[in-house]
């Protein structure tokens, strides 16, 4: 960037300087692969937007789930700096050949946020099958919601990274549906009270982690890697020379700025 110097003055250059990062910040955005668990067969895509206004607006693109089925979906850990993650088939505690939501719990950590498509989004919605997304005909599921803030999980912004996505939803049997024939009785839902309902509902189909995506990472000396998401054109941006540059005119704006995107940017 370059500054004739006969004609900016500082306060104009602090303008210039402050005017891009606005527009680059509205909109921070981690993606997430979502990997098949169980031997599902689906797979998926997930992008979580962190608005300015501080909703969360999340969307999932999901392939070769259980169609013509509702898929309980989550996003699973905690904003308490626990190190939770996807499970791999070690979580079998039972040896059934499937990680049930429950043998996955220590390992992905409990329902953070219900991914429902209206009405209530907390742990207590998490067997609302009712309100989960319906995959197609084809076993494609498509969702889209933006979270209100005010019911989010407190810190739930700030921890995205030790969130995960979990779709929920197998087909043991492949007769294209969930069944008791496939897996018996959920535990899950029996121990929530429910009863009748088939393991194959409630056992995970797939699960992502948002700590893969290298969630607001501002390297010290400048940003190489990333996914090209919006997050990382910001942190390119602050990291290229942008806060270096801010950090020299010494104004107040700097610190807050600057603190926002470290808080983002903490591992
Ligand atoms: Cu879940």
Redesign the pocket.
């Known amino acids: 960037m370059r500054f004739p110097r006969t004609l900016l003055t500082v306060p104009v250059a602090a303008a210039l300087l402050l005017a891009t990062p606005t527009a680059a910040l509205a909109d921070e955005s981690v993606h997430v692969k979502l990997l098949e668990l169980n031997n599902s067969g689906a797979s998926g895509n997930a992008t979580l937007t962190a608005l300015d206004n501080g909703d969360l607006k999340i969307s999932i693109r999901s392939t070769g789930l259980v169609p013509n089925s509702s898929h309980?979906?989550?996003l699973?850990g905690s904003a308490t700096g626990m190190d939770f993650h996807c499970p791999d088939m070690s979580a079998d505690t039972n040896g059934n050949g499937y990680v049930s939501?429950e043998e996955g719990m220590p390992v992905y950590g409990d329902?953070f946020v219900s991914l429902t498509t209206k009405g209530d989004t907390s742990k207590a919605s998490?067997l609302a099958v009712d309100r989960m997304p319906i995959a197609d005909a084809k076993g494609n599921l498509s969702y889209d919601r933006t979270i209100a803030s005010a019911d989010l999980p407190k810190g739930t912004v700030e921890h995205l990274k030790d969130l995960h996505i979990?779709e929920?939803g197998v087909d043991a049997n492949s007769n294209d549906k969930y069944d008791l024939d496939g897996l018996g009785e959920s535990t899950l839902a029996k121990s929530a009270g429910l009863s009748g309902i088939p393991e194959e509902a409630t056992d995970?189909a797939t699960c992502g982690m948002v700590s893969g995506a290298a969630v607001g990472s501002v390297p010290v000396g400048g940003v190489a890697t990333g996914d090209g998401s919006t997050r990382d054109r910001a942190a390119a941006w602050y990291g290229a020379g942008g806060l270096a540059l801010l950090a020299a005119l010494g104004i107040v704006v700097v610190t807050r700025r600057r603190s926002y995107v470290l808080s983002r940017a903490q591992r």
């Open positions: 309980a979906q989550h699973h939501t329902i998490g979990v929920h995970p």
